[in-house]
C-alpha cells in the first residue's frame, strides 16, 4: 500500500517555524504528488517548495472580516499559488514586506492599536470568517485527499475545517502545538 494523499491545512512547509520544521520532517520523503497545502494569505511569504508545491490561497474570496474591519485587511488573492520559482518569487515581493523596511502607518495602527484592543475586548477572533468557495471546493475534489492533517490556532480556522471535514467526508489528524495558547493570541503580520 502506497503513501495516502495528504491536505494540511493552516500551515505551510517552512525551515524557520516550529510547525513548519515539524511538517518538514514529517513529510520528508512523501510524494510530491500526494501533499497539498491550505492556507491563509498570511502564509504565502513563508512557505517552502522542496517538499511540496501544491499549494492554495484562501484568500479574498474566502478569507473575510466585518465592516469596518474589512477595511484594514491586506487583500490577498484567493486560489492556486503558482510555485514556479520566479513566479514564486515574484508572489512573494508582491506579499511579504521587506523585513527592514519600517511598518507604514497603516501596519502600524492595525498592529500596535487596532488589534490589541479588538483583542483587550476579546473580540479579535469573532469578527473574521474562512469560508468555502465554489473555485476551493472543485479543487478539493480534483486533489482528492485520503486524509486531513490541521493545524489550527483560530476560532475561523477551527469552523473552516469543520466545513471542509463535512464536505470531503474524510479522516482529519487534528495537530496542536505545544506553544497553541501562545501562538493563540499573537498578532498577524
Not at 502607518?105 to 487596532?114: G, H, N, S, T
Not at 493545524?151 to 489528524?173: C, G, H, N, T
Request: charged letters at 20%; a positive charge; hydrophobic letters at 40%.
Amino acid at each position: 500500500m502506497g503513501l495516502p494523499k495528504v491536505l494540511i491545512f493552516g500551515q505551510p512547509f517552512n525551515q524557520n517555524t516550529g510547525g513548519g520544521i515539524t511538517l518538514s520532517n514529517l513529510f520528508n520523503g512523501w510524494d510530491r504528488d500526494k501533499i497539498a497545502v491550505v492556507g491563509t494569505g498570511h502564509m504565502l511569504g513563508n512557505l517552502n517548495t522542496d517538499i511540496c508545491s501544491s499549494y492554495y490561497q484562501l484568500g479574498i474570496e474566502n478569507n473575510t472580516w466585518i465592516f469596518p474591519f474589512n477595511k484594514f485587511q491586506k487583500k490577498f488573492k484567493s486560489g492556486i499559488v503558482e510555485t514556479d520559482k520566479d513566479k514564486l518569487d515574484s508572489n512573494i515581493s508582491n506579499h511579504k514586506p521587506n523585513i527592514y523596511q519600517k511598518p507604514n502607518a497603516r501596519q502600524k495602527a492595525v498592529d500596535y492599536i487596532l488589534y490589541p484592543l479588538l483583542k483587550y475586548f476579546g473580540i479579535f477572533h469573532s469578527l473574521s470568517s474562512i469560508k468555502l468557495t465554489s473555485n476551493f471546493c472543485h479543487w478539493l475534489k480534483e486533489f482528492n485527499p485520503d486524509v486531513l492533517y490541521v493545524q489550527v490556532q483560530a476560532r475561523d480556522e477551527i469552523l473552516f475545517v469543520q466545513e471542509m471535514y463535512s464536505f470531503l467526508k474524510k479522516p482529519m489528524i487534528i495537530h496542536i502545538m505545544d506553544d497553541w495558547p501562545a501562538a493563540y493570541n499573537r498578532t498577524l503580520q
